[in-house]
């Protein structure tokens, strides 16, 4: 589904007429550039819009069959890779920011519930440079406020009332943006627009306390949570309030919150319909538990490949319920391949934004360059710096004054490596991009 269903819904039935491109929201139509010629030459009959991602299964409870699926619908207001895009733009447009409704349906009816999830909507920046965590850089602190404001009008305009569940760790780098993001809350938070802080409780690792977080949330959500329609179409009940979760990445932290919202609410919806007695859960049975399990997690590692280049974290929690060993060695080297693929992002490059141009500014940008494409020299000349230490530390037994050149070589070495460490920014490529004319 290009929109969501209450969208479509309360478009009405002449919107189902339109060419599919034209039902999807613009925001989340990936293959706009793409299409742009195609609409030119009148070609709407043959354009297929393109969105993030669809999951989907049935699951049989008792002589009843139900339908759940999961749509993701990425914005690309301000798209980007991981650490290439962070927070939010003047616009009000923040990095990662994805819609996702979870549909079920059974016997004529059709229940949908919409989350959202984007970076911390601040200005700020996470620069790549050569540590495994580069530090986090708060910009422009005074027009926090404004910035913050404009994101969460438009969310309000959008979905309705909105309720901010910040996942953020409250100690380190994290901390002080939980610190701000809190501070710049306080000028928006009313009746309609709310704020919770949770990571204080979860943890990295205590997921299985996410239980104290719905308890917070579940009147407001089962009150004003979600979509009902009967067999023949009609509104039941409408979804007035959405559920806005953030972590730093929004991919691992805010998939574990929002798979375990969506359940409770699908819960919800299957007592309201009579599929659930009053205490019967998921966990009841074992196959809507384990295909809802693996619905939300593939949904997470499909998120996280776009945004991160690897599967989601944590995502052992998702799929069973609890951390495994392999899934904590599995965490551990999507954790190395996203420090490597950090340096890499052609997402601009799919919408137009920038284009590959063979020929042009090469002088200047190879004269740029040539500081940042030194890190294969530095790192040649740590490691011969080091040998040569080792070839004279073999030859002290024969002469002590080997001991000195072992050292000095050792210490220039080190000094190489340290003064790369201290400089990590000025030995990373980064994009060079053109602005299409």
């Not at 009000?92 to 909507?121: C, D, K, L, W």
Request: aromatic share 10%; hydrophobic share 40%.
């Amino acid at each position: 589904m290009f929109c969501s269903a209450q969208r479509l819904n309360d478009l009405g039935d002449e919107s189902r007429l339109l060419p599919l491109w034209r039902q999807a929201e613009p925001r989340f139509l990936w293959n706009n550039y793409m299409l742009e010629v195609l609409i030119d030459n009148k070609l709407e009959p043959y354009l297929l819009p393109v969105v993030q991602g669809f999951h989907h299964f049935q699951a049989v409870i008792g002589k009843d069959i139900i339908d759940v699926s999961l749509t993701a619908r990425r914005c690309t207001g301000r798209n980007g890779t991981r650490m290439w895009r962070r927070g939010v733009d003047p616009d009000g447009y923040v990095a990662n920011f994805v819609e996702i409704e979870q549909i079920m349906q059974f016997n004529g009816y059709t229940a949908s519930f919409v989350q959202v999830r984007g970076s911390i909507p601040l200005l700020w920046q996470q620069i790549v440079d050569l540590t495994y965590k580069p530090k986090f850089e708060l910009l422009k602190l005074e027009e926090a406020p404004r910035v913050l404001e404009r994101h969460f009008l438009d969310l309000r305009k959008k979905y309705g009332a909105v309720l901010a569940v910040d996942v953020v760790n409250e100690h380190g780098g994290e901390g002080r943006l939980c610190e701000k993001f809190g501070d710049a809350s306080q000028h928006v938070a009313g009746n309609d627009i709310s704020a919770l802080g949770f990571h204080h409780v979860c943890g990295h690792v205590h997921f299985d306390r996410l239980s104290i977080l719905y308890d917070q949330i579940q009147d407001i959500l089962e009150r004003n949570g979600y979509l009902l329609l009967n067999g023949k179409g009609e509104k039941m009940k409408e979804q007035v309030r959405v559920v806005r979760t953030n972590c730093i990445d929004c991919l691992d932290r805010t998939n574990v919150t929002q798979s375990m919202i969506g359940r409770n609410m699908l819960e919800y919806q299957l007592r309201r319909l009579g599929v659930f007695g009053a205490e019967e859960t998921i966990s009841s049975h074992p196959n809507l538990d384990e295909n809802f399990k693996i619905l939300w997690a593939n949904h997470g590692d499909d998120i996280s490949i776009q945004y991160s280049g690897t599967p989601a974290l944590k995502g052992d929690f998702v799929r069973f319920g609890h951390r495994t060993i392999q899934g904590i060695l599995q965490d551990g080297v999507n954790a190395l391949l996203r420090y490597y693929f950090n340096n890499f992002d052609a997402i601009d490059l799919l919408q137009g934004h920038y284009i590959v141009s063979v020929g042009r500014d090469t002088a200047a940008t190879s004269q740029k360059g040539c500081l940042e494409a030194s890190f294969p020299l530095a790192l040649g000349l740590v490691l011969i710096g080091f040998l040569f230490a080792a070839m004279s530390l073999r030859q002290v037994q024969y002469n002590f004054r080997h001991i000195f050149f072992s050292l000095m070589w050792a210490g220039i070495s080190i000094g190489i490596a340290a003064f790369v460490r201290a400089n990590g920014r000025v030995f990373c490529n980064r994009p060079r991009l053109h602005n299409p004319r």
